[in-house]
């Protein structure tokens, strides 16, 4: 079982991102990557209440080229891996920030593909029959 966190920080004009994943299992469990890429983090900008209205103001990998090298993590029980990023010069206001790791979860044992990170952030591919997505994490963050 994976667990996710996200923390965020204001440091100086910038926002730093942490998104940690932990194997709360008592197997170990390997993430696949399909490239270079390990993480996926979003800021929504949260509008007026009333209207329950937001916007996507940031992504992470918006601009960005990753390589397309394959890669793996494993994780052993009660181990974690942290993927972090900087939000720089993000907007005064109140945001909704999700991150969410970009990989699928290996079994250890069988080799089969047991979850696959298609959340509502990463949904290029079609996931893999029977495949779940990998949890995701978010947090909220005022900006003044």
Known sequence: MLDTTLSARVDGGDVRLALTVTNRGVDPVTIRFR???RAEFVAYELGDEAEGSERVCWRYSEGRLFTQALGEERLDPGTSATYEAVWTDPPNGTHRLVGEVVG???GEVTGEVIDEGVGEIVDEE???AGARSLPSAETTIRIE
Request: proline residues 11%; charged residues 10%.
């Open 35 to 37: 490239s270079g890429q």
């Open 104 to 106: 699928e979860v290996v």
């Open 126 to 128: 079609t996931p893999s």
